[in-house]
């Protein structure tokens, strides 16, 4: 099966401080990650898509200097919530697509309480 | 613009009896669908999808789906509900535009419909 995994799984932080989200692949190469924020029975907004070797592209309306993203390598891409405030709690989720295939892989998420 | 619609909220079952989730689906093209299933606090797991061929889609836990062209729907359906199979269901589309960088894999999901089996 193709797994992707997220760490951590549920971080606390104080309000104006960062948190780093990890998303990697486990078992195969994804050249192209995605960001999903999810709200309490809501469903998932797309934040941006993380390209291995190149920028991220973000969505309309997400701030590209508050959620930083890096993907470094074919198995790994980070999501660093800047100047973290109280409105920034929710459920991120990330999601890896094989490359050649047309399937994303979903991380069990991450819950981001900012207090 | 590709969108997804799930009419309905909520979709109360008893355990045994068919379950069906809707789903229908508006794209410029021909579309890549697939659908997801949430439990609490978890992320998304892959269902089923429809790409080409069958519109009559098998997946995972005795779930299919079938592919309407003239309806534009895509309906999750199980014969026989679990209690199990209570959570929450997402559909979601995909253009089959050229593969771009900046669109390949770009999913548009569904509002989600909460499934509840009662024992």
């Known amino acids: 099966g193709a797994v992707v995994s997220q760490h951590p799984s549920r971080v606390i932080c104080k309000s104006g401080t960062s948190v780093k989200i990890e998303c990697r692949s486990l078992?195969?190469?994804?050249?192209?990650m995605f960001w999903y924020r999810q709200f309490p029975k809501k469903s998932l907004m797309l934040m941006a898509t993380?390209?291995?070797?190149?920028?991220?592209?973000?969505e309309q309306g997400v701030e590209k200097d508050k959620f930083l993203i890096n993907h470094a390598s074919l198995t790994l891409s980070t999501l660093t919530v800047t100047s973290a405030h109280p409105e920034d709690s929710s459920f991120y989720i990330c999601?890896?697509?094989?490359?050649?295939?047309?399937?994303?892989?979903f991380g069990p998420g991450t819950r981001l309480t900012v207090t | 613009a590709q969108s997804v619609a799930q009419p309905e909220d909520q979709v109360n079952v008893a355990e045994g009896n068919p379950l069906t989730v809707k789903c229908t689906y508006s794209?410029?093209?021909?579309?890549?669908l697939f659908w997801y299933v949430q439990y609490p606090n978890r992320g998304l797991q892959f269902l089923l999808k429809?790409?080409?061929?069958?519109?009559l889609v098998k997946g995972s836990y005795g779930f299919e789906a079938e592919f309407n062209k003239s309806q534009t729907s895509f309906h999750l359906k199980k014969p026989s509900a679990l209690v199990s199979d209570s959570a929450l269901y997402f559909c979601?589309?995909?253009?089959?535009?050229?593969?771009?960088?900046?669109?390949?894999?770009?999913?548009?999901f569904g509002a989600g419909t909460q499934v509840v089996v009662t024992p």
């Open positions: 078992d195969f190469q994804a050249t192209t």
């Open positions: 794209v410029s093209g021909n579309p890549y």
């Open positions: 999601s890896a697509t094989r490359d050649g295939t047309y399937e994303q892989y």
């Open positions: 979601a589309v995909r253009d089959k535009g050229p593969m771009t960088t900046d669109s390949w894999g770009k999913l548009q």
């Open positions: 993380s390209n291995e070797g190149s920028k991220a592209t973000y």
């Open positions: 429809y790409i080409t061929g069958d519109n």
